[in-house]
T-cell receptor, first 114, second 114 residues
Framework: AQTVTQSQPEMSVQEAETVTLSCTYD???????LFWYKQPPSRQMILVIR??????QNATENRFSVNFQKAAKSFSLKISDSQLGDTAMYFC???????????FGAGTRLTVKP | NAGVTQTPKFQVLKTGQSMTLQCAQD?????MYWYRQDPGMGLRLIYY???????DKGEVPNGYNVSRLNKREFSLRLESAAPSQTSVYFC?????????????FGSGTQLSVL
């Protein structure tokens, strides 16, 4: 079974600075998808960024980028120029290509301080 | 665009009572999911349905039943609620077309079992 581990339960960063959230996963599959979801206090789950395992290029979405290390099974999220609105729980998630069973890590609570 | 709609948003049950959580999506997605979210444990998959007429167990299916009523609707039933089922429940859907995999989430149901 696939597992996703987020080793940082809580993190904080000063506004305008950069922060990196860690995620590792365990799988025997070669093709899969990786995701970062954001959950603000509103409870809504919002997709931040998505990476296909077959792509070597790291995904980027504006201030959000990932460092995907397939051999190390690592998928970290970098948030640049942090904003107060980035305060939220962040979940790393994994999905195989042969079924639709998405598995989540336990989450990292990020606080952006003014 | 309504997206994924869950009802109710809040529910309080007594131990042993039954209830059904409703979920509907208007994006013509093939796959639908039910997750539960507990503090420190992220989101755990209860059941999913890869397509109309099929359902599969996830990580934590015990105590739950599901029905994929049609392509739009996927319900979750608790036959005899237990305090351990106190949680936030999320329904989600995805296109599962092999090209654009990602989950769209409802706004969640806060369930308390006393």
């Amino acid at each position: 079974a696939q597992t996703v581990t987020q080793s940082q339960p809580e993190m904080s960063v000063q506004e305008a600075e950069t922060v990196t959230l860690s995620c590792t996963y365990d799988t025997s599959e070669n093709n899969y998808y990786l995701f970062w979801y954001k959950q603000p206090p509103s409870r809504q789950m919002i997709l931040v960024i998505r990476q296909e395992a077959y792509k070597q290029q790291n995904a980027t979405e504006n201030r959000f980028s990932v460092n995907f290390q397939k051999a190390a099974k690592s998928f970290s999220l970098k948030i640049s120029d942090s904003q107060l609105g980035d305060t939220a729980m962040y979940f790393c998630a994994f999905m195989t290509t042969y079924n639709n069973d998405m598995r989540f890590g336990a989450g990292t609570r990020l606080t952006v301080k003014p | 665009n309504a997206g994924v709609t869950q009802t109710p948003k809040f529910q309080v049950l007594k131990t042993g009572q039954s209830m059904t959580l409703q979920c509907a999506q208007d994006m013509n997605h093939n796959s639908m999911y039910w997750y539960r979210q507990d503090p420190g444990m992220g989101l755990r998959l209860i059941y999913y349905s890869a397509s109309e007429g099929t359902t599969d167990k996830g990580e934590v299916p015990n105590g739950y039943n599901v029905s994929r009523l049609n392509k739009r609707e996927f319900s979750l039933r608790l036959e005899s609620a237990a305090p351990s089922q106190t949680s936030v429940y999320f329904c989600a859907s995805s296109d599962a077309d092999g090209y654009n995999e990602k989950l769209f989430f409802g706004s969640g149901t806060q369930l308390s079992v006393l």
